[in-house]
């Protein structure tokens, strides 16, 4: 017996055990590791299926969504215990970041907690930045309930997506999601968010989003620039 079916195992029997109490402790448990595998939203499914009414299969998926939303609230603050080892240039930069989009990062969160998407990938580097943690987490716990409600009742699309769907065995897609992790928090730190912001301001829309645009490719192609010059001395 493997371990996936092994931890679905032992949850399945918390959730039998305690109702609603084991759902909220699995959601939780499902969320509160990044790049967990635990089939959280299988046993949600499993559990609504032998439900009478949808009040019932409603109110469990809210609870389900909760109980997500606090376990993520763990990987925000593993986030931000990350950025207290960083410089103070760099933690000014993710700080310029959250604040200069701070609206788009609310539904940044609240898309990657609704979709069938690694959401670590985001979250740590949103706990680095600082971002406010009420609104990360009702964003967070909004999401979930439409992904917990969306699983209860289309499960059929979900479960493909959370049993592998992708193809990538654990051993591979786990080391993707870190590797994704540093790369994504490596490049927010390396653009020049008070000079984007500058240019929205001064230059307008367009002009704006092209400075968005160029900070990004810069960020993206910046080790192959610090490497190929080394390779040159």
């Given at each position: 017996?493997?371990?996936?079916?092994?931890?679905?195992?032992?949850?399945?029997?918390?959730?039998?055990?305690?109702?609603?109490?084991?759902?909220?402790?699995?959601?939780?448990?499902?969320?509160?590791i990044?790049?967990?595998?635990?089939?959280?939203?299988?046993l949600?499914m499993?559990?609504?299926?032998?439900l009478?009414s949808?009040?019932?299969?409603?109110?469990?998926a809210i609870?389900?969504?909760?109980?997500?939303a606090?376990?993520?609230?763990?990987?925000?603050?593993?986030?931000?215990?990350?950025?207290?080892?960083?410089?103070?240039?760099t933690?000014?930069?993710?700080?310029?970041?959250?604040?200069?989009?701070?609206k788009?990062?609310?539904i940044?969160?609240?898309?990657?907690?609704?979709?069938p998407?690694?959401?670590?990938?985001i979250?740590?580097?949103?706990?680095?930045?600082?971002y406010?943690?009420?609104?990360?987490?009702v964003?967070?716990?909004?999401?979930?309930?439409v992904?917990?409600?969306?699983?209860v009742y289309?499960?059929?699309?979900?479960?493909?997506?959370l049993?592998?769907?992708?193809?990538?065995p654990?051993?591979?897609?786990?080391?993707?999601?870190?590797?994704?992790?540093?790369w994504?928090?490596?490049?927010?730190?390396?653009m020049d968010?008070e000079?984007?912001?500058?240019?929205?301001?001064?230059d307008?829309?367009?002009?704006?989003?092209?400075?968005?645009?160029m900070?990004f490719?810069?960020?993206?192609?910046?080790?192959?620039?610090?490497?190929?010059?080394?390779?040159?001395?």
């Amino acid at each position: 017996m493997n371990d996936y079916s092994l931890s679905y195992e032992w949850l399945s029997g918390l959730v039998g055990t305690y109702g609603l109490i084991g759902i909220f402790i699995v959601s939780a448990l499902g969320n509160m590791i990044p790049y967990t595998t635990i089939p959280y939203l299988l046993l949600v499914m499993a559990y609504t299926a032998t439900l009478p009414s949808d009040e019932l299969k409603i109110a469990t998926a809210i609870v389900s969504a909760i109980g997500a939303a606090v376990g993520k609230v763990v990987v925000y603050y593993i986030g931000k215990g990350a950025s207290k080892i960083i410089s103070d240039n760099t933690r000014r930069k993710l700080k310029n970041f959250a604040r200069i989009i701070e609206k788009g990062l609310f539904i940044t969160i609240f898309l990657f907690a609704a979709l069938p998407l690694p959401d670590d990938v985001i979250y740590i580097p949103v706990g680095m930045s600082g971002y406010s943690i009420v609104r990360f987490f009702v964003a967070v716990a909004l999401g979930k309930i439409v992904i917990t409600i969306a699983a209860v009742y289309f499960g059929s699309t979900i479960k493909w997506f959370l049993e592998g769907g992708l193809g990538l065995p654990l051993w591979l897609s786990i080391p993707i999601l870190v590797i994704v992790t540093l790369w994504l928090t490596y490049v927010i730190v390396k653009m020049d968010w008070e000079g984007i912001v500058e240019t929205y301001s001064n230059d307008g829309f367009i002009k704006g989003t092209i400075r968005l645009l160029m900070e990004f490719f810069k960020a993206l192609v910046y080790p192959f620039i610090t490497l190929y010059k080394r390779m040159r001395r």
